[in-house]
């Protein structure tokens, strides 16, 4: 057994797949300092039509009760409308990941209506209520793009609306830092989202950032990487292990191959201890019941209240 699996008390079982997580592409109009894929505009990896027809498939045989689409910039696949169509035909239930800021580029501005049009629930990356913050993590000009989309989003119906929602993504600076308690933080978003931009939205998930990536490089370069994996290890919670989001769903990289979660995608570690891990030659049975592939990374998702793709896993 490795070092987490050992902390864990043996190997992470995966328990069913509630949520069916397709990134659909690395392609992303930015390049922000805490991206585990490092996407970026020069990234040209991008899900086919092809692929997107066995995710469909999949789909139909496990009835997840989420389709959680990410990238990259989500927006940026050229099939990505016509696979929420055919989501939406079939009544699952689905969300995108967004930078927001995707929405403002060119032949792309009409997806606010599209994703409203559909029910499509959406997850948007907002590292800090404050420009200089968010500038700093993502380039000069997304914070003003991202609250321009924000606000069309709201007027749309998004954060107001039944079956519309719309949720903020936290992540701490490049450091050695845990998010804070997210309900605390949340009310402090609230009121300042309001209050500075006339902005509303309905949760905030805060997301603990994982030493790989782009990130990573970040941390090495400001020599805090040793330090940071000791803050990680050291703030192990064994009470979140239950809860963690490799145990309850899938990822589908852009190509196909199936990995436990999106950041063992970005390090290359597919599904593996005898499950097939590509999407045409799944067996869904030891799909379900598979051994999670771990490693040092995993105990990002593990201190403090833990962390996944919904958010802190204590509340």
Same mark, same amino acid.
């Given at each position: 057994?490795?070092?987490?699996?050992?902390?864990?008390?043996g190997?992470v079982?995966?328990?069913?797949?509630d949520?069916?997580?397709?990134?659909?592409?690395?392609?992303?109009? #930015?390049?922000?300092?805490?991206?585990?894929?490092?996407?970026?505009?020069?990234?040209?990896?991008?899900m086919?039509?092809e692929?997107?027809?066995q $995710?469909?498939?999949?789909?139909d045989?496990?009835?997840?009760s989420?389709?959680d689409? *990410?990238?990259?910039?989500?927006?940026?696949?050229?099939?990505?409308?016509?696979?929420?169509?055919r989501?939406?035909?079939?009544?699952?239930?689905?969300?995108?990941?967004? !930078?927001?800021?995707?929405?403002?580029?060119?032949?792309l501005?009409?997806?606010p209506?599209?994703?409203?049009?559909n029910?499509?629930?959406?997850?948007?990356?907002?590292?800090?209520?404050?420009?200089? !913050?968010?500038?700093a993590?993502?380039?000069?000009k997304?914070?003003?793009?991202s609250?321009?989309?924000?606000?069309?989003? !709201?007027e %749309?119906?998004?954060?107001?609306?039944?079956?519309?929602t719309?949720?903020? $993504?936290?992540?701490?600076?490049?450091?050695? /830092?845990?998010p804070p308690?997210?309900?605390?933080?949340?009310?402090?978003?609230k009121?300042?989202?309001k209050?500075?931009?006339?902005?509303?939205? /309905?949760? %905030?998930?805060?997301?603990?950032?994982?030493?790989?990536?782009?990130?990573?490089?970040e941390?090495?370069?400001k020599?805090?990487?040793? #330090?940071?994996m000791?803050?990680?290890?050291?703030?192990?919670n064994?009470?979140?292990?239950?809860?963690?989001m490799?145990?309850h #769903? $899938?990822?589908?990289?852009?190509?196909g191959r199936?990995?436990?979660c999106?950041? /063992?995608?970005?390090?290359?570690?597919?599904v593996?201890?005898?499950?097939?891990?590509?999407?045409?030659?799944?067996?869904?049975?030891?799909?379900?019941?598979? #051994? $999670?592939? *771990?490693?040092?990374?995993?105990?990002?998702?593990?201190?403090?209240?833990?962390?996944?793709?919904?958010g802190?896993?204590?509340k």
């Amino acid at each position: 057994m490795n070092e987490f699996d050992t902390k864990t008390g043996g190997p992470v079982i995966a328990d069913g797949i509630d949520i069916l997580q397709v990134n659909v592409g690395l392609t992303c109009n #930015q390049a922000c300092i805490h991206c585990h894929l490092s996407c970026s505009p020069a990234r040209k990896e991008s899900m086919s039509w092809e692929t997107m027809k066995q $995710v469909l498939a999949l789909a139909d045989q496990i009835k997840p009760s989420m389709v959680d689409i *990410t990238g990259g910039a989500p927006e940026l696949n050229a099939h990505l409308k016509d696979l929420i169509v055919r989501l939406k035909q079939r009544g699952f239930a689905m969300q995108v990941r967004t !930078n927001l800021s995707a929405m403002e580029e060119p032949g792309l501005t009409d997806f606010p209506e599209f994703f409203a049009d559909n029910k499509v629930g959406l997850v948007a990356s907002m590292p800090c209520y404050l420009e200089e !913050n968010v500038s700093a993590m993502r380039g000069g000009k997304c914070f003003s793009s991202s609250v321009s989309v924000l606000r069309k989003l !709201n007027e %749309l119906g998004y954060g107001t609306q039944d079956g519309l929602t719309i949720d903020l $993504v936290f992540n701490p600076a490049v450091g050695p /830092n845990l998010p804070p308690s997210q309900s605390a933080l949340e009310g402090d978003y609230k009121r300042e989202m309001k209050e500075r931009y006339d902005i509303v939205f /309905n949760r %905030l998930l805060t997301i603990t950032n994982v030493p790989i990536g782009r990130y990573m490089d970040e941390l090495k370069e400001k020599g805090q990487d040793h #330090q940071y994996m000791e803050l990680l290890t050291e703030s192990f919670n064994p009470a979140t292990v239950d809860g963690l989001m490799c145990r309850h #769903q $899938v990822n589908i990289g852009w190509d196909g191959r199936l990995y436990d979660c999106d950041f /063992n995608q970005a390090l290359g570690l597919p599904v593996n201890h005898g499950t097939p891990d590509r999407i045409e030659d799944l067996d869904l049975n030891q799909l379900v019941h598979r #051994q $999670v592939v *771990t490693g040092r990374h995993c105990f990002a998702c593990t201190a403090g209240a833990g962390s996944s793709c919904g958010g802190a896993i204590q509340k």
